[in-house]
């Protein structure tokens, strides 16, 4: 953080004087790349929706660690987000329905949990508003840190295994005919969104969390001619959007996961006439 600090100290802006400016900014650089990776996939997997139900199932984990009196919830809420994506992949590798509809039963099934652990004994759900917005501007260093390790591993992932989530996803039949394990390749992106989500949900804000792995992914197929420009349109895409949906809510005083969202969607309608052209 010291490097970090140093460089802020650097710039001309009133806002950069701040500690919790600087810590949002960094954690946005940080989110920014792991959102827009994933959202190709989720684009491609025609799961948009699953990052939804992931924030939903979230959601419960951080009510069941509150009712255990944990002093860090967020961890309950990656184990049963995991858990949860490796049944969602369960049920849909091994039943004949649609992925619309598996997503649909087990998001309801868990916002209906999650409310209910959350009203026990009387107890008030509005304790849990500030999830639904998020906020970025109260992110601590140690997250940030621990996005920055989680972004690591999702580059070796990517390096090691990306061919393999594609065919998995475009083509499972194919994929399985040439050895690939698609239930284990589904199994393991389902928990990275997983994990994802969950880390990056107090701060995206679960109302607009699913925007964020599907707009970028989104704008850059609209433009992209291969998958190198994929990925690349949709991680600078991202990084863009995150930067200005930053400053804007900073001067506005506005959510900042709304402002970026808006930036996003911004940036899709840009791109919709190319992709109109190229069909």
Not at 37 to 62: C, W
Not at 104 to 119: D, K, M, N, Q, R
Not at 163 to 186: K, T
Not at 249 to 263: E, K, Q, R, V
Request: net charge neutral; hydrophobic share 55%; glycine share 8%.
């Amino acid at each position: 953080m010291e490097l970090w600090n140093w460089i802020m100290d650097l710039l001309p802006f009133e806002w950069a004087g701040h500690g919790f400016m600087r810590s949002a900014l960094l954690a946005v650089l940080v989110i920014a790349p792991l959102f827009g990776l994933l959202s190709t996939m989720v684009v491609e997997s025609r799961m948009s929706f699953f990052s939804d139900a992931l924030g939903h199932s979230a959601f419960t984990g951080i009510a069941i660690g509150t009712i255990l009196g944990l002093v860090e919830p967020m961890w309950c809420a990656v184990a049963f987000a995991v858990v949860f994506a490796l049944l969602f992949t369960y049920v849909r590798r091994h039943t004949q329905m649609a992925s619309d509809t598996i997503i649909g039963v087990f998001s309801s099934t868990a916002v209906a949990l999650g409310i209910f652990i959350a009203t026990l004994d009387g107890g008030s759900f509005t304790k849990f508003n500030a999830l639904l917005i998020g906020d970025i501007l109260s992110v601590e260093t140690g997250k940030i840190g621990l996005l920055a390790c989680i972004l690591l591993l999702m580059a070796v992932l990517w390096v090691g295994s990306f061919n393999h989530l594609m065919l998995s996803a475009v083509h499972p039949a194919l994929a399985d005919s040439r050895g690939i394990r698609v239930f284990w390749q589904e199994a393991l992106f389902c928990a990275a969104v997983a994990v994802v989500v969950t880390v990056s949900m107090t701060w995206v804000g679960l109302l607009v969390i699913n925007s964020m792995l599907v707009l970028p992914g989104a704008a850059g197929r609209n433009v992209a001619r291969n998958l190198r420009q994929y990925h690349l349109c949709a991680i600078v895409g991202t990084l863009v959007c995150g930067v200005a949906g930053l400053m804007t809510s900073y001067y506005l005083g506005s959510s900042t996961g709304a402002c970026i969202t808006l930036y996003l969607a911004f940036y899709f309608a840009l791109t919709l006439p190319f992709q109109r052209r190229r069909s």
